[in-house]
């Protein structure tokens, strides 16, 4: 018997099969290579690996949004450092059987919004298809491209104690998953390259280069280049991460419903361009969110008049909407008789025994205890296990299956099988399931030669929900012979018209970036205050400058309108500083993270990291003491540089960049204004609050350079406000925000300039125009002149700012959490025990 030396205590499951062992202990072909190669490492060095790809995980920023309590919170995605491995026979035959069901699923569809043959001929129940909420009717005999509804698949796999593999679950709207498989092969190849290598594991890229080219055959017109895009219901979504991760790998166009317009049943982009035909809709929405006007009128996330536009033939969506039909649990059953109804053939791989209340109540109710209850129209919902139900609810839930026999759908109770897991050095059993996708590739289906193996959360024995502790396994399907390389470069011999400029930017997008450009501004200025604060109270704190940190405290007060408890200034700071993430950095970090998320797909890697790192950082907890926190504001204002500096050296100078900038251009102005005026209240400042303003600003050294340590007004205003070679002076910014505004794209050139231009020309002249020495004599006159500058200069900062986004922007509400289908959340017809 073989055995790793690193399992000496893994234990097998008496009645289940386990996907490593053989039932005398021995280890099935392919585990016995990994598991070699896994010891030959030892526990330390694939732990420090495993704990590189973690830190991978988290600087990617891959992860699942949970929603409790009505509130979203993003949790890492777990993913196990083992894999699933799968031999290439065992493999052969899955494939073939998924590949299957996929076709008989299509014809299913077609047959359910067509001649509806299967009614006809009492292969199923009348009720299965009229009774689905999702059965759409006002798509009924509605063509589609290519004669297929369903051009991408998933299935839910567990193999039982025969050691056969049946369904659990079909997948036919939105199937989730193929994204994170990506992420996770990609993750799990770099902690073990050399068992991916010599384990020959077949690769991924070819399953997507099929889906791409199948989106792309779908067009109904511009077939040579169509425009597809991704249609998601926002950062809102549970799987967000994976909407953003695939729209940027299979490079189309991630879009929300209110960036898309239907004119002339015509399917358009709203760009800064004007309207983009658009010819493939990828959907990440439930079939009747997709269109209030003919599905689901309170929907907020789909597009109006879609169905209309679907139903010319003017756009495709895949997969096409109705096809949530075959979702549907309560079809399980009736699988294997639709497959050798439509396809001559016997089902390859069945489903789990399961009976549709709609057709064996009784039978039901007499196995009720031995049984699993799920929702009978929705595939996610959680079950319900009826042998755990005290007698009271049992015998409730049995008269409620006999007054709404409909509603429910049992499945017989199966023992899953187990997979070697690793848990802090050690390998131990956990039940898994495994997700596997197809793609429409001709007349038939090409199956991803690997999938999303899911587990369940340690000591678990019933869960596979990732929002409940769970995790996922990437699959590795080993190949008979050497592994091609596949490229997702498509080849194509008809020369692409050269284009710059991207005035196709959606406007959603570009007021994402605006604002992504003042928070992330924002964050750096408020960390620049508070890190030069403290570093007054690090110095001494029994003899802090009192006055100095007062004067950081009235700029951080009216920049970022954070009011000042009561007390010493010193203790004042201390105590934002103790609040941590709730401190003044808190509202940035939200809003920041909110408009990243709405540009996932727009952002470079490296990009994404240094946002990663900058939200972790203003995150972090309080600190203990002053030390720890300048230590903490050090790191921020290093991570905003490298947000910056991305920004500056990495950004094509499009449209997007323009926005991006000139968002963070207005907030650094706001910013020195704000400081300027606090700092200059009666019209000129005293020593503390002049070296507080060149602290902040970053200039101190610039100023010494000038005029040694003699510290005066005039110098200072000049420093800050009007010296247009300095980075941080309002004048710079006055500058660059011209150059911005002039040069963002216009429908139509007119002979006048716009509000916009008007206003920008107007900042830029006020500060050339200002004379600091004038404006800093020691006179009420003088003082007056400063206030009035910058409250001049303040206001029409914020007329610019809203001048911008009437223009060019649309400020868009943002996305509410659509009624999530993975609960089974009580509802009028809920029995009152499960209520």
Not at 88 to 95: C, D, G, L, M, V
Not at 506 to 525: H, I, K, M, Q, T
Not at 813 to 829: E, K, L, M, N, Q
């Amino acid at each position: 018997m073989q055995e790793s030396r690193l399992q000496p205590r893994y234990q097998l499951e008496a009645g289940r099969w386990d996907e490593c062992h053989l039932p005398d202990g021995g280890l099935r072909p392919g585990w016995l290579e990994l598991l070699a190669q896994i010891d030959r490492l030892g526990a330390r060095e694939v732990n420090r690996r495993w704990e590189q790809c973690r830190r991978i995980i988290r600087e990617n920023g891959v992860t699942y949004n949970m929603f409790r309590d009505g509130a979203a919170a993003d949790r890492p995605w777990q993913l196990d450092p083992l894999p699933l491995v799968l031999s290439s026979e065992e493999w052969a035959r899955i494939e073939r059987g998924v590949a299957q069901r996929a076709r008989a699923i299509d014809g299913f569809l077609a047959d359910a919004y067509g001649a509806q043959r299967l009614i006809r001929e009492r292969v199923i129940p009348a009720g299965v298809v009229f009774g689905h909420p999702q059965f759409l009717r006002p798509l009924h005999g509605v063509g589609v491209p290519n004669q297929s509804r369903l051009h991408f698949y998933a299935c839910e796999l567990v193999r039982c104690a025969d050691g056969q593999w049946r369904v659990a679950a079909d997948l036919t709207q939105a199937p989730p998953g193929a994204g994170y498989a990506l992420e996770n092969r990609i993750v799990l190849s770099r902690a073990l390259p050399e068992p991916f290598r010599e384990m020959r594991v077949q690769r991924l890229a070819g399953f997507f280069m099929r889906l791409r080219q199948q989106l792309l055959s779908l067009a109904p017109r511009n077939r040579d280049n169509p425009r597809v895009v991704l249609l998601t219901p926002g950062p809102f979504s549970e799987t967000y991460f994976e909407h953003a991760y695939l729209a940027q790998y299979l490079g189309i166009t991630l879009v929300q419903g209110d960036d898309l317009a239907v004119r002339d049943e015509r399917v358009f982009l709203k760009t800064l361009g004007g309207l983009m035909p658009v010819d493939v809709v990828l959907r990440r929405l439930a079939d009747d969110y997709c269109d209030p006007l003919e599905l689901r009128n309170d929907s907020t996330l789909g597009v109006l008049g879609l169905a209309g536009a679907v139903r010319a033939g003017n756009v495709a969506v895949a997969n096409s909407l109705g096809s949530g039909l075959a979702d549907s649990p309560a079809l399980v059953p009736y699988l294997p008789a639709i497959t050798k109804a439509l396809l001559g053939e016997d089902a390859l791989i069945e489903g789990l025994p399961a009976w549709w209340g709609g057709d064996q109540a009784e039978h039901i109710i007499a196995r009720l205890p031995d049984l699993i209850l799920r929702p009978a129209w929705n595939n996610r919902g959680r079950p319900v296990l009826p042998a755990t139900l005290p007698l009271v609810e049992l015998s409730n839930l049995a008269a409620d299956i006999r007054v709404r026999p409909h509603a429910y759908l049992a499945f017989e109770r199966v023992a899953r099988s187990t997979v070697p897991c690793w848990d802090d050095g050690r390998i131990v059993p956990r039940r898994m399931s495994l997700r596997v996708f197809a793609v429409r590739d001709g007349d038939g289906y090409a199956v991803m030669p690997g999938g999303l193996a899911r587990i369940d959360a340690q000591g678990d024995g019933g869960q596979l929900w990732f929002e409940r502790g769970g995790g996922s396994k990437d699959a590795w399907v080993l190949a008979d012979g050497p592994v091609a390389e596949v490229t997702m470069l498509r080849a194509n011999d008809a020369p692409l018209e050269l284009k710059r400029g991207g005035i196709d930017l959606p406007s959603r997008v570009a007021d994402n970036l605006f604002w992504l450009g003042r928070y992330a501004e924002r964050a750096e200025c408020i960390a620049r205050l508070l890190r030069s604060a403290l570093s007054c109270l690090a110095e001494d704190a029994a003899e802090a400058d009192q006055a100095q940190i007062a004067a950081y405290l009235a700029i951080l007060q009216r920049a970022s309108g954070v009011a000042s408890p009561p007390g010493p200034p010193s203790a004042v700071l201390v105590a934002l500083i103790a609040e941590g993430a709730s401190g003044p950095l808190k509202p940035v970090r939200d809003h920041l993270r909110r408009t990243a998320f709405g540009v996932r797909d727009r952002l470079s890697a490296d990009t994404w990291r240094a946002l990663t790192s900058l939200d972790a950082e203003l995150g972090g907890e309080g600190a203990e003491d002053a030390n720890q926190a300048l230590a903490r504001l050090n790191r921020v204002v290093i991570a905003c540089a490298a947000l910056a500096g991305m920004g500056r050296e990495n950004t094509t100078r499009g449209p997007g960049w323009r926005f991006l900038d000139l968002g963070r251009r207005i907030e650094r102005a706001t910013f020195m204004v704000d400081a300027l005026h606090a700092a200059l209240e009666d019209g000129h400042g005293a020593a503390p609050e002049l070296d507080a303003l060149l602290r902040v600003a970053d200039s101190a050294i610039t100023y010494r350079s000038r005029y040694l340590t003699t510290i005066q007004t005039a110098p200072v205003v000049d420093l800050l406000l009007t010296d247009h070679t300095n980075p941080r002076a309002v004048a710079f910014q006055a500058n660059q925000i011209a150059e911005h505004v002039a040069n963002l794209p216009r429908e139509a050139v007119g002979a006048l300039p716009c509000p916009a231009e008007r206003l920008a020309t107007h900042f830029q002249a006020a500060v050339r125009l200002a004379d600091p020495v004038d404006l800093c004599q020691r006179d009420p006159a003088s003082a007056n002149a400063m206030i009035a500058l910058l409250d001049d200069l303040a206001g029409t900062l914020t007329a610019l700012s809203d001048a911008v986004t009437t223009a060019w922007l649309t400020h868009i509400a943002p996305s509410r959490a659509f009624a999530r289908d993975d609960i089974w959340r009580p509802t009028d017809d809920t029995p009152p025990q499960q209520a």
